[in-house]
């Protein structure tokens, strides 16, 4: 079982549309960080959070510690959002290396 | 601020050259950067980190003298693919942390796709 597991791993929706994506992890960390990756290849840094809810425009991201589990939202999706967007941790032992999850693959219809 | 970048984007070459690919950070100072590799449609994989001034440490299974790290200043480190082969096709993209900030932030190039004849 991976570190990090993401679910779903492919999702598509509608223009408009309230997504979530959710992130479950297995090992203590300092950190979680929310990444987008568009088809171009770059990875552009969303969110990184260690307790409670951080916004960015129509970007939430949620992390409940005790859980091990952490939420990303889009309100009012847009085709742009499309994108991979992946979640990584930093674990408390070797805390600058990250370990990432296997993405999750967004699609937004117009 | 926290841009990095990566220089070329894209690569094609014939096996066996050696192909550079630079890392820089634009607007801080890089204490540490990583170099990931990433095939299509899975994540990304560490393949090493690369202190200021220091040798690079590889991850298990990273061939080092197959993949030569050099992080000679505070804002370059280099990949060099070295006797490149087919099979060393992949997208590889670095990141780097900013001394002056959050020690797990990491902030990440556009990556170089490259490709062997």
């Known amino acids: 079982k991976n570190e990090v597991e993401q679910s779903p791993q492919n999702l598509t929706a509608q223009e408009g549309e309230f997504i979530t994506i959710n992130c479950s992890y297995s090992?203590?960390?300092?950190?979680l960080h929310w990444l987008q990756q568009h088809p171009g290849g770059g990875i552009v840094s969303l969110f990184m959070l260690s307790s409670g809810k951080k916004k960015h425009g129509r970007l939430i991201a949620t992390i409940n510690i005790q859980e091990k589990h952490s939420s990303l939202h889009i309100t009012a999706s847009h085709p742009r959002d499309s994108a991979v967007y992946i979640c990584?941790?930093?674990?408390?032992?070797?805390?600058?290396?990250?370990?990432f999850g296997q993405g999750t693959r967004l699609t937004i219809n117009p | 601020g926290a841009v990095v970048s990566q220089h070329p984007s894209w690569v094609i070459c014939k096996s066996g050259t050696s192909v550079k690919i630079e890392c820089r950070s634009l607007d801080f100072q890089a204490t540490t950067m990583f170099w990931y590799r990433q095939f299509p449609k899975q994540s990304l994989m560490l393949m090493a980190t690369s202190n200021e001034g220091s040798k690079a440490t590889y991850e298990q299974g990273v061939e080092k003298d197959k993949f030569l790290i050099n992080h000679a200043s505070l804002t370059l480190s280099t990949l060099t693919v070295t006797s490149a082969h087919p099979e060393d096709s992949s997208f590889y993209i670095c990141?780097?942390?900013?001394?002056?900030?959050?020690?797990?932030?990491?902030?990440f190039g556009p990556g170089t796709r490259l490709t062997v004849l």
């Open positions: 990584a941790v930093s674990p408390i032992q070797g805390a600058q290396k990250l370990v």
């Open positions: 090992v203590g960390i300092s950190a």
């Open positions: 990141s780097a942390r900013d001394g002056g900030r959050a020690y797990n932030e990491q902030f």
